[in-house]
């Protein structure tokens, strides 16, 4: 089945202890990026990645940062996690950004509470 | 930088009412775009998509968009919706170069 996994799905941490929420897709897709989704706020997108080796900031990147080391897998890493990141986090897989079938295929979301 | 707005954050509708969402963006440049759609509990997906051509693009549940370039609109329709369409739905604008502008989401409540 066509997906996009994320683990873990919930995780409560503390301030400043690092974490990695892992992403991977089955499709075979160069595109993949990261949102976090807050109330009233939309989908924000985080870093996205067009390709393996390729990364760009999105619009809120501060606090975050990304690897794409094979074409599957896209983590997200927090160093060091402070409060104003608690968020539902969706990583997001796509074809490549201008051809026809560019839709984004979403996780089922991570949610993150930081105290 | 590229910005998407929806007008509508909270919408409450009877059953078999017609549906229209706003949506309107900002990019000079080429944009695909999106409506995506959230179920509660649920991850997103998609709904219909705009990519070239004929701007009145139809999607899934019957629902249809209308791109108007020179309004730099995007606005979401559909004739009679059900119980089963309350959701929140998102308007999203890709770029070329990859960055994905979503906008703040709409909440459509249908009530039976």
């Excluded at chain 1, 301030?15 to 160069?30: A, I, R, W, Y």
């Excluded at chain 2, 009412?17 to 999106?34: D, M, P, W």
Aim: charged share 20%; proline share 5%.
């Amino acid at each position: 089945e066509a997906q996009v996994t994320q683990n873990p799905r919930y995780l409560i941490t503390v301030t400043g202890k690092k974490l990695t929420v892992t992403c991977s897709q089955n499709m075979n897709h160069e595109y993949m990026s990261w949102y976090r989704q807050d109330p009233g706020l939309g989908l924000r997108q985080i870093y996205y990645s067009m390709n393996v080796e390729v990364t760009d900031k999105g619009d809120v990147p501060e606090g975050y940062k990304v690897s794409r080391k094979e074409k599957r897998n896209f983590p997200l890493i927090l160093e060091s996690p402070s409060p104003n990141q608690t968020s539902l986090y969706f990583c997001a897989s796509s074809e490549t950004p201008g051809q026809w079938s560019n839709e984004q295929f979403f996780g089922p979301g991570t949610r993150l509470t930081v105290l | 930088a590229q910005s998407v707005s929806q007008h509508n954050h909270h919408v409450i509708l009877s059953e078999a009412a017609s549906l229209e969402l706003g949506c309107n963006y900002s990019y000079g440049g080429t944009v695909n775009l999106f409506w995506y759609v959230q179920y509660p509990g649920q991850h997103l997906q998609l709904l219909l998509k705009y990519f070239s051509g004929d701007p009145l693009v139809k999607g899934i549940k019957g629902f249809e968009a209308e791109f108007i370039k020179s309004k730099f609109s995007f606005n979401l329709r559909k004739p009679s919706v059900q119980w089963s369409d309350t959701a929140e739905y998102f308007c999203a604008v890709n770029t070329n170069a990859g960055k994905s502008t979503f906008g703040d989401g709409t909440t459509l409540t249908v009530k039976p």
